[in-house]
């Protein structure tokens, strides 16, 4: 099936940096990825679909100018939170739409720990 | 997209066959069933998505009632490798999103 990897597997940054999540197709070309979180023992919520070569759709409640998303290839998406803060602590995972039927294929998700 | 209902936990012995249930009783015609499983700190696998008939591949089964209100995905062989978060989710044809519900927590017991 289609392989999607992130990177990295976790960070842990200070409280006000920015932080950049990678997403990549390994052996597809993905026009639309898609960005989730998700807390401890809770549901993944979408945050915005990502769309190569325009502008991502951010879901209602997501802050934009706080996570800047970038779909410059076929083969890659990225995440930055900037200027983190501890509740941005979360786990981050991306998808990527595969096939006629659009199914999804997850990557194993970054975890994200902001001190 | 149609909700979906499932029990929040289901525990089931190592060997034997795990149903795990969903309700859809809101599906519209053109919507498919996908289920989907999340094994702690990773990203939800796929395993498997019908429309009316029932389907099978190397994973699971999945049935689908003949009035499309609710389905069951079964894993024919449980192993504890299969203790995860399994989610239903209903979605339209064309819809490329995903809302994922809570979905059940299988344990498999030695």
């Known amino acids: 099936g289609a392989v999607v990897s992130q990177h990295p597997s976790r960070v842990i940054c200070k409280s006000g940096t920015s932080v950049k999540i990678e997403c990549r197709s390994l052996d597809f070309q993905a026009t639309t990825m898609f960005w989730y979180r998700q807390f401890p023992k809770k549901s993944l919520m979408l945050m915005a679909t990502s769309n190569e070569g325009s502008k991502a759709t951010y879901e209602q409640g997501v802050e934009k100018d706080k996570f800047l998303i970038n779909h410059a290839s076929l083969t890659l998406s990225t995440l930055t939170v900037t200027s983190a803060h501890p509740e941005d602590s979360s786990f981050y995972i991306c998808s990527a739409l595969v096939g006629a039927d659009y199914e999804q294929y997850f990557g194993p998700g970054t975890r994200l720990t902001v001190t | ?110």
Request: hydrophobic residues 30%; glycine residues 8%; neutral net charge.
């Open chain 2, 1 to 110: 997209d149609a909700k979906t209902t499932q029990p929040p936990s289901m525990d089931c012995a190592e060997g034997r066959a795990a149903n795990l249930p969903c309700n859809h009783s809101t599906i519209s015609g053109n919507e498919y069933v996908y289920w989907y499983r999340q094994i702690h700190s990773q990203g939800p696998q796929y395993i498997i998505h019908g429309l009316k008939n029932n389907e099978t591949n190397e994973m699971a089964s999945l049935i689908i009632t003949e009035d499309r209100k609710s389905s069951t995905l079964i894993l024919p062989h449980a192993t504890l490798r299969d203790t995860a978060v399994y989610y239903c989710i209903v979605r339209g044809f064309g819809n490329e999103k995903l809302t994922f519900g809570t979905g059940t927590r299988l344990t498999i017991i030695p």
